[in-house]
């Protein structure tokens, strides 16, 4: 199996703009909101790329867990680093320890999102060929 990197790339996209965006809307909210809205996100994102990538279910599973692993990847980096300025490098070190354990979480929404994405593509009819008359 080939990896479609524009599916992939444009499902991180996807999961990094609604991260943003809801991170803006739910400053401050409850832990279980959080989870909530990041694994709707991760569903969200996972979705876009299996549903470019198309193929099989497994095709498109593999390619929504890797967008929304490299996804979390970058703010993972993003996160160590600006904890690195502002906390140390104790603090910095434990969101890296805790980032790197939470990683394989965030690839099961991004799989199913793009599992799903996969069969809603193979699931659409194509439409008919036009025929000419004599």
């Known amino acids: 199996m080939s ?5 992939v ?3 991180f996209v996807v999961t990094l703009a609604l991260g943003f965006i809801s991170g803006l809307i739910y400053v401050g909210s409850e832990a ?10 991760g569903v969200l994102g996972g979705l876009t790329a299996g549903y470019l990538a198309g193929g099989t279910m497994s095709s498109g599973a593999v390619h929504g867990g890797i967008a ?10 993003f996160a160590t680093f600006t904890t690195l300025l502002f906390g140390g ?11 790197i354990l939470v ?10 999102g793009g599992a799903i994405g996969s069969w809603a593509k193979s699931r659409r009819i194509a439409p008919e060929p036009a025929g000419v008359r004599a």
Not at 103 to 112: D, K, M
């Open 68 to 77: 929304t692993v490299f996804g979390s990847l970058v703010v993972l980096a």
């Open 103 to 112: 990683l394989a979480f965030y690839a099961i929404p991004g799989a199913l």
């Open 32 to 41: 279980s909101m959080v989870v909530l809205y990041s694994g709707t996100i």
């Open 9 to 11: 790339i444009t499902g």
């Open 3 to 7: 990896i479609k990197w524009s599916a």
């Open 89 to 99: 490098l104790v603090a910095s070190t434990g969101v890296f320890i805790l980032g």
